[in-house]
């Protein structure tokens, strides 16, 4: 990786070699460090630790090498402002407030309150996309809206803005300083997290979200990868050419290779050519969709990298729990589809990988249940701290420490996507195990059902199937189960509309 200049300034500052050392023992006296990276919109299929047959991320690898792959990390509703909103409040949509439009209320108790409270130094940067300002931050610097790809503007936390002043139900740009940077967003971002790891209390445990805009559509690489992949073809996935048959709403979204438009592509000026068949047309698509997406990652895995690389550095890497994460999956031309917002599998999944030298197992691998609400209970644990009650997670800690899950942990999760206006695609909610999957459509009352170890891809429901009659019993009931448990209903939280593009 070429380091941007920030990163090299704060490498070539560093001390000598004994300050480092002193900086080590210093760090392992205290309770562990966090820093959470999260993408936007990283699909597990672009990731080599998990496989992929596309894209290599030798960074992200590291942390899975030196730590954890969960291989069954789910979000609850594969949308980003929703799954932000779940990650910050430990919450599902229903309860946190924001089941897709709507701002979050900072006003409810979040992992990074909790975590100010309890002695941690706290920062955001990049992302933030729920309208509102931060709070329980002791610095955020986050993206205007989606944010821009070349040149993005920051709203900044003031300066003399007192501990705890952010209202919490107020947009953040009413209090935030303005501030333009001129450079490559991911590259900025990165800049921004080393420049809150050199600015932060040496005697305070930190807490660190460092939020990409990459990958997220429209899909703008970094100028040096802009022809990264030009000499190759990205293999197809198998489903590319899916007719929709055997699913009922399927056919309906609008998320199709044919729905890119001209603006999705670095070639839009030129516009686009002339195709001799559908088919060739949707290969061509696809080819510039996923090379685009791709080049993105490709910063984004540099940017991870430049951040273990300063951990290292700065003697901080044993003493600090490393997680990189999506909001949600994304599919990568699967079904012909890019996007989310589906219960199906690509979109389902996030990638989850962690490592914590001395406490995380290297190279291992979890099969545990997890979702995103999971997440903040989880670092509380790490630091000692209990969780809130009002939190619908559970700490996961003891899985990424190699131990077997708990007699009582859940053996299916539970979904919810709310809005059926973006890319037509129908509201529904329903139930996953290891073996099938259940999703109901509330405004037709119609089921799908999927046998996940022979359809793997999901290409045909089997609801109406008698063979699979007792499944669809036990697989209602359960449905019926999480919703009570979790306190759901048919019914959406109110909300002021403020985020016009929620993804």
Known sequence: MKPSNRLLAAASSLA???????????????????????????ASQAISAYGSKIMQTPNIDRIANRGVRLDNCFCTNAICAPSRAVILSGKYSHLNGVTMWQAFDGRQTTLPKVLQAGGYHTGIVGKWHLDNAPTGFDDWKILVGQGEYYNPVFLNRPAGLAKGAEDGSKPAAKIAVRQKITGYATEVITDLAVDFLDKRPKDQPFFLMVHHKAPHRNW????????????????????LFDDYAGRLYAKDAKMRMTDLTANDFLMKKEGLPKFASKQEEVRWRYQHYIKDYLRCVKSVDDSVGGILDYLEKNGLAN??????????????????????????????????????????????????????ADF???????????APAEMQGRSFLAQLKGRPDPADWRTSVYYRYYDPAEHHVEPH?????????????????QYELFDLKKDPDEMKSVAADPAYAKVME????????????L?????EPGGKKVNQNPD
């Open 319 to 372: 003493n600090t729990l490393v997680v990189y994460t999506s909001d949600q999956g994304f599919f990568l031309g699967e079904h012909s589809w890019f996007d989310k917002r589906w219960m199906y599998e690509e979109a389902l999944h996030m990638p989850f990988v962690a490592c914590l030298p001395g406490a995380i197992p290297a190279k291992s691998v979890s099969k545990s249940m997890v979702i995103n």
């Open 487 to 491: 306190k759901d209903s048919d019914s």
């Open 429 to 445: 909610y329903g139930v996953r195990t290891a073996a099938h999957k259940l999703i109901f459509y509330p405004r037709t009352s």
């Open 376 to 386: 903040g209970p989880t670092f509380l644990d790490l630091a000692g701290i209990k």
């Open 220 to 239: 703008q690489p970094a100028p040096k990868y802009k022809t990264l992949f030009d000499d190759r073809d990205i293999p197809e996935p198998p489903t």
């Open 474 to 485: 036990q697989l209602k009931a359960e449905l019926a189960r999480q919703r009570a448990e």
């Open 16 to 42: 000598a070699a004994s300050c480092i050392a002193a900086g080590s023992a210093s760090a392992a006296a205290q309770r562990p460090n966090i820093i959470f990276i999260m993408a936007d919109d990283h």
